[in-house]
Nanobody, 124 residues
Framework: QVYLEESGGGLAQAGGSLTLSCAAS????????MAWFRQGPGKDREFLAA????????IYGDSVKGRFTISKDSAKNTVYLHMQNLKPEDTAVYYC?????????????????WGQGTQVTVSS
């Protein structure tokens, strides 16, 4: 079975930083396209960042470009999302996802496996 477990969420102040982790089991992060999404209250699930398995450049959503960084450690089978310059509008549940995408990394429907999510709350 595949498990993706997010951790590292919590409360941060505006302008601060957090790093989220996504520990994978049953799937090797080095052999899947890995991504982070978030879903705020009353909002659709939003693409944040993806790290393709084929060594292509990382991909970011416009709302987080320049502030968030996705990375992975294949030895630890873990994907990270380092978030800096946080804003109150970054408040959401953050999800890790895995799939074999090949083209459209932005659509959540293309990902096969999801974690349960971790809450991030940014206070002003």
């Amino acid at each position: 079975q595949v498990y993706l477990e997010e951790s590292g969420g919590g409360l941060a102040q505006a302008g601060g930083s957090l790093t989220l982790s996504c520990a994978a089991s049953g799937v090797a992060v080095g052999y899947y396209d890995m991504a982070w999404f978030r879903q705020g209250p009353g909002k659709d699930r939003e693409f944040l960042a993806a790290i393709p398995l084929r060594g292509e450049n990382t991909i970011y959503g416009d709302s987080v470009k320049g502030r968030f960084t996705i990375s992975k450690d294949s030895a630890k089978n873990t994907v990270y999302l380092h978030m800096q310059n946080l804003k109150p509008e970054d408040t959401a549940v953050y999800y890790c996802a895995a799939g074999r995408i090949y083209s459209d990394y932005v659509s959540s429907r293309n990902y096969d496996f999801w974690g349960q999510g971790t809450q991030v709350t940014v206070s002003s």
